[in-house]
């Protein structure tokens, strides 16, 4: 009756047929708030739902809709299953590395390589003091299948200074540097730079995404170029006998690259 009486109230040509149903049984309540947080929207709503439960009628009692709702939902289900895709994951790029590289250690020397970066940036964020969104948690799973290709180029071509020419662990190095030290540099430059487009978008989830990808791929040039080679002088100890020094192999490849 309320409602019948408010919409006989208003002016001629206006009516509440967004507002109200049909039968007049149910109405339209929006609330308006500030710009919450996940976290604190799934909060509210459960406030609310417990408020009606214990306050109104079963018949009177709803459930909150809207974009707000509707992002916290879809936030809380990714970072659930992030539980199980990270994990599945970080497991599957070593055993893939295992694989092509032949060694076992080097497939769990690539794990504090490819995840520190990640580690770094998410608290650096936080530090910061920006917010996190649902759009974050898929950042692992995307930087991840990415920085590793670094890590692979490094690593190949030390163990190709190692197993075929039977260079020191310095030497490989060095060989490593001189081999991709360059394109280490110029990938990373190229996705920093296009993942820092996203920055610039109106979305707060792109622009977010966008930011903290640049970072953690700025962070992995320096794991691929200094914390890598750091664990291999560490862990790699064994002795071999180099055929041809360092300058040797550099030399004959050049040669060969000329005449090819």
Request: neutral net charge; aromatic residues 8%.
């Given at each position: 009756?309320?409602?019948?009486?408010?919409?006989?109230?208003?002016?001629?040509?206006?009516?509440?047929?967004?507002?109200?149903?049909?039968?007049?049984?149910?109405?339209?309540?929006?609330?308006?708030?500030?710009?919450?947080?996940?976290?604190?929207?799934?909060?509210?709503?459960?406030?609310?739902?417990?408020?009606?439960?214990?306050?109104?009628?079963?018949?009177?009692?709803?459930?909150?809709?809207?974009?707000?709702?509707?992002f916290a939902d879809i936030?809380?289900?990714?970072?659930?299953?992030?539980?199980?895709?990270?994990?599945?994951?970080?497991?599957?790029?070593?055993?893939?590395?295992?694989?092509?590289?032949?060694?076992?250690?080097?497939?769990?020397?690539?794990?504090?390589?490819?995840?520190?970066?990640?580690?770094?940036?998410?608290?650096?964020?936080?530090?910061?003091?920006?917010?996190?969104?649902?759009?974050?948690?898929?950042?692992?799973?995307?930087?991840?299948?990415?920085?590793?290709?670094?890590?692979?180029?490094?690593?190949?071509?030390?163990?190709?200074?190692?197993?075929?020419?039977?260079?020191?662990?310095?030497?490989?190095?060095?060989?490593?540097?001189?081999?991709?030290?360059?394109?280490?540099?110029?990938?990373?430059?190229?996705?920093?730079?296009?993942?820092?487009?996203?920055?610039?978008?109106?979305?707060?989830?792109?622009?977010?995404?966008?930011?903290?990808?640049?970072?953690?791929?700025?962070?992995?040039?320096?794991?691929?170029?200094?914390?890598?080679?750091?664990?291999?002088?560490?862990?790699?100890?064994?002795?071999?006998?180099?055929?041809?020094?360092?300058?040797?192999?550099?030399?004959?490849?050049?040669?060969?690259?000329?005449?090819?």
């Amino acid at each position: 009756q309320y409602l019948l009486l408010y919409e006989m109230s208003l002016p001629q040509g206006i009516d509440l047929n967004s507002e109200i149903n049909v039968d007049k049984s149910a109405t339209l309540f929006s609330v308006t708030t500030a710009n919450l947080s996940s976290e604190k929207m799934t909060r509210l709503r459960d406030n609310a739902r417990e408020w009606m439960q214990s306050n109104l009628p079963e018949y009177m009692r709803t459930d909150a809709v809207g974009l707000p709702v509707l992002f916290a939902d879809i936030s809380r289900t990714m970072i659930d299953s992030m539980w199980i895709s990270v994990p599945m994951t970080v497991i599957l790029v070593m055993l893939a590395i295992m694989i092509s590289l032949r060694s076992v250690v080097f497939g769990l020397l690539s794990l504090p390589t490819n995840m520190i970066p990640i580690i770094v940036g998410f608290g650096s964020w936080a530090m910061i003091g920006w917010t996190m969104n649902f759009s974050m948690s898929s950042i692992v799973s995307i930087t991840v299948g990415i920085i590793v290709d670094n890590c692979i180029h490094f690593m190949s071509k030390y163990l190709r200074a190692r197993r075929r020419y039977g260079l020191s662990v310095e030497d490989a190095i060095r060989y490593a540097y001189s081999h991709c030290g360059k394109a280490l540099w110029a990938v990373a430059v190229v996705l920093a730079t296009g993942f820092g487009v996203l920055a610039l978008s109106p979305m707060v989830f792109s622009d977010n995404l966008g930011m903290l990808s640049a970072i953690i791929m700025t962070l992995a040039l320096g794991s691929n170029l200094l914390l890598l080679p750091a664990l291999l002088l560490y862990l790699d100890r064994r002795e071999r006998v180099a055929e041809k020094t360092l300058e040797e192999i550099q030399r004959e490849e050049r040669i060969l690259a000329v005449e090819s």
